[in-house]
């Protein structure tokens, strides 16, 4: 009865406490330990509630009702501190009309699930509240951090003796770390000097491969003009032929070649570009060959299905997201790099306040000075303990039940009627691509009319 009572009493001190009552605050132990137990006790009804299907995906509102406010649930910020109980009951809201992610029914955009264990490293993460960028803030994550892109670099297929690496806020930033490398290994001048000083450059890359390629181009003063987007065949492959055609053309009006961008796992098709007839090209031509597997990647974790992905060891660097097929939270995202030291190269500064030489340790575990940021999320931990809860073998698993169901549902679109698959093959990854086609369309002939009538039907594509 005696512990009944403390519980008893912390929560009513909850309703009318604020967060000045917490910790730091001295006897704010006690009040710290049944808020957080409560946010706790929130979080496991969510994560359990997310699990039922009978449960929905989300409660739909649209911005307007979410800003006018929701039954007590207001976005407005005050002057004055609100009790640690009405905080409890915005955490609470923002779940409730939020999307359940970790729904068995969720099926948006190339990440799925709630790892539970991905939660807990999530969870002590954000408790140590650390930076990446030296060992002297961060010892032990800096090492996880060493020992899981060596792991991702041995699985690419490279030698122990080469390679480098960071984790980085999405597969957008680690694309653009493969072009910035790329440029200035070609042209370290661009560093100190700036375009200015380099010719007019061109890089290459599918109509299927994902828009971040164009977007880094503008953002690293390249520009889209200069980005070539290479042809596809009709399963959303690049067409090596028309690669080569491609840099011939820009090598005549006078562009130099120095990038081709690769994708394994396209984002709407799923589909694995010929990685070893690139690897040809750009070893002909002298180009960098940067392969996009932010979604494929976790196919290498799969006996299986990892020879979708070969001759990916030939690649200069490589983009890929555990966040995405290995079911990591968000955000996972790694940059590998072929080249060690190129990262340290091409993106040092040397800030005095962080970098000193003269540290009691091996300096060189200070990774921070590859970094284009200075703050680093701890993106790592999550990951690694996830790897131990696993094993390499759970991960190969796990990615090759996803695409027994991908395969699962190719088969049952193709025996109905009512559904029309985008194309016939089998999928490569988990990407199932198919319409709706509902009974007043399905007597008409293929044609513009019938596509045009079949896109007001579902204003998106399907993949799932």
């Known amino acids: 009865m005696k512990g009944l009572c403390v519980c008893v009493c912390v929560c009513v001190c909850v309703c009318v406490s604020v967060c000045a009552d917490l910790l730091p605050a001295s006897c704010g132990e006690e009040m710290t330990r049944g808020f957080l137990q409560e946010l706790v006790d929130i979080l496991l009804g969510f994560i359990c509630k997310s699990n039922q299907r009978s449960s929905k995906v989300l409660d739909f509102h649209h911005p307007h009702q979410l800003k006018e406010g929701l039954e007590g649930f207001s976005l407005d910020l005050p002057d004055q501190p609100e009790t640690l109980e009405q905080l409890l009951v915005d955490c609470r809201d923002t779940l409730k009309y939020g999307v359940s992610t970790g729904h068995p029914r969720f099926f948006n955009q190339l990440s799925s699930g709630l790892d539970v264990i991905g939660v807990a490293g999530e969870w002590l993460t954000s408790t140590a509240n650390t930076n990446m960028f030296t060992y002297e803030v961060s010892p032990v994550f800096l090492l996880i951090e060493e020992v899981l892109l060596k792991k ?83 399963r959303g492959k690049i067409i090596p032929a028309a690669l080569e055609t491609s840099i011939a053309t820009a090598k005549e009006k006078g562009l130099v070649p120095f990038y081709v961008n690769a994708t394994a796992g396209t984002t709407v098709y799923g589909a694995f570009d010929p990685l070893n007839a690139i690897a040809d090209i750009c070893h002909s031509h002298t180009l960098w060959m940067h392969v996009d597997a932010a979604w494929g990647g976790g196919l290498l974790m799969s006996d299986r299905h990892r020879m979708k992905l070969q001759g990916i060891e030939r690649a200069c660097s490589v983009t890929w997201n555990p966040h995405k ?3 990591v939270p968000l955000q996972c995202s790694a940059i590998l790099v072929k080249k060690r030291g190129l990262l340290q190269e ?62 699962y549902l190719y088969d049952q679109l193709q025996k109905r009627t009512e559904f029309e698959l985008v194309f016939k093959n089998k999928p490569e990854h988990s990407n199932v691509c198919f319409w709706y086609i509902p009974p007043s369309l399905r007597s008409l002939p293929p044609g513009s009319d019938r596509d045009r009538r079949l896109h007001q039907v579902s204003a998106h594509h399907h993949s799932g």
Not at 168 to 180: D, E, F
């Open 152 to 234: 991702m670099r041995s699985i690419v297929g490279w030698a122990d003796d080469e390679g480098d690496g960071l984790f980085c806020p999405g597969g957008t930033i680690s694309n653009l770390y493969s072009i910035l490398l790329a440029r200035y290994h070609f042209y370290p001048e661009v560093k100190t000097r700036g375009m200015g000083a380099l010719p007019r450059l061109a890089m290459f890359t599918s109509e299927h491969s994902h828009y971040s390629v164009k977007k880094s181009a503008a953002v690293l003063g390249i520009g889209t003009e200069n980005v070539v987007v290479v042809k596809c065949d009709e």
């Open 325 to 327: 097929m290995m079911g």
């Open 346 to 407: 091409c993106n040092k500064l040397g800030a005095q306040y962080l970098f000193q030489m003269d540290k009691p340790y091996d300096v060189s575990y200070d990774t921070g000075d590859k970094s284009i940021q200075c703050g680093r999320h701890v993106d790592v931990f999550k990951l690694w303990l996830m790897w131990k809860a696993k094993g390499s073998d759970g991960f190969g698993s796990q990615v090759n039940k996803c695409l027994e169901n991908a395969e």
